[in-house]
C-alpha cells in the first residue's frame, strides 16, 4: 500500500490474554520502529528491525513483550499475559534509507 | 532516558498569532526533527535539520538549532484552527550511536489555535 498499515485499529481485551498487532510497512522501507504511546505522553521506543533483524531491542519493557518480522516486511509484536499497564496505543514507522520516519495511525490496545 | 523535552507542554493562542515550542536534548546529534499528531492519529514529519544547519524553513514553518545550546525552535506563523495538534522533536544520533536511526522523541507540546 501506499503507507504504513497497522491492525487492529482498536483492541479491548482482558487482563492476562495474549494479543498481536500488526504492521505492513511502506514497500522498499527496510527499517521498522515499534513504539508505544501512553495517553498524552511521548513515544517511548520499543524495538528497531533492519530487516529481519532486531539489532536494537532494549525499549522492551520486559519478556512478555517479542516482535518479529518476516521476510523484510510485515512485523507482528506480541504482548503475552497483559497488564494493564500495556494499555496504550502501539506506533510502528518505517524509514526507508535516512530522514524521516513514516508513522501508521497506530494500534490503541485497552486491557481490562 | 527521554533525548528530547519540549517546552511548553501546552501552548494556547489566538489565530492568526505566531507559536513557537521549544526542545532541548541532551547528547550530541546528527538530525533532530519535528513531527506533528493529531488527536488519535499517527505522526506526520514536518521538517528535518541536520547538526550542521541553524535555520530552515518550511512554508509557515521555521526551524532553528542551536547545538552549542542543544536546543531547536519551531515557530509556526499566522497559526490557523487547523494547526492544533500536538507537535513532538524527535533527536537522531546515528552517526554517533553506530549505523541507524534511533530517534528518540520528547512528550510533546500540545498547541490548541482558537478562532
Known amino acids: 500500500g501506499a503507507g504504513v498499515s497497522q491492525s487492529p485499529s482498536n483492541k479491548v481485551t482482558e487482563k492476562g490474554k495474549d494479543v498481536e498487532l500488526r504492521c505492513d510497512p511502506i514497500?522498499?522501507?527496510?527499517?521498522l520502529y515499534w513504539y508505544r504511546q501512553s495517553l498524552g505522553q511521548g513515544l517511548e521506543f520499543l524495538i528497531y528491525?533492519?530487516?529481519?533483524?532486531?539489532?536494537?531491542k532494549s525499549g522492551l519493557p520486559s519478556d512478555r513483550f517479542s516482535a518479529e518480522r518476516t521476510g523484510g516486511s510485515v512485523s507482528t509484536l506480541t504482548i503475552q499475559r497483559t497488564q494493564q499497564e500495556d494499555s496504550a496505543v502501539y506506533l510502528c514507522?518505517?524509514?526507508?534509507?535516512?530522514?524521516?520516519?513514516?508513522f501508521g495511525e497506530g494500534s490503541r490496545l485497552t486491557v481490562l | 532516558s527521554q533525548q528530547g523535552e519540549e517546552d511548553p507542554q501546552a501552548l494556547s493562542i489566538q489565530e492568526g498569532e505566531n507559536a513557537t515550542m521549544n526542545c532541548s536534548y541532551k547528547t550530541s546529534i546528527n538530525n533532530l526533527q519535528w513531527y506533528r499528531q493529531n488527536s488519535g492519529r499517527g505522526l506526520v514529519h514536518l521538517i528535518l535539520?541536520?547538526?550542521?544547519?541553524r535555520e530552515k524553513h518550511s512554508g509557515r514553518l521555521r526551524v532553528t538549532l542551536d547545538t552549542s545550546k542543544k536546543s531547536s525552535s519551531l515557530l509556526i506563523t499566522a497559526s490557523r484552527a487547523a494547526d492544533t495538534a500536538s507537535y513532538f522533536c524527535a533527536t537522531d544520533k546515528s552517526r554517533i550511536s553506530g549505523g541507524y536511526n534511533k530517534l528518540i522523541f520528547g512528550a510533546g507540546t500540545r498547541l490548541a489555535v482558537h478562532p
Open positions: 514497500s522498499g522501507h527496510t527499517a
Open positions: 514507522a518505517t524509514l526507508p534509507v535516512f530522514g524521516e520516519l513514516f
Open positions: 535539520i541536520r547538526s550542521n544547519e
Open positions: 528491525f533492519q530487516g529481519n533483524s532486531a539489532p536494537d
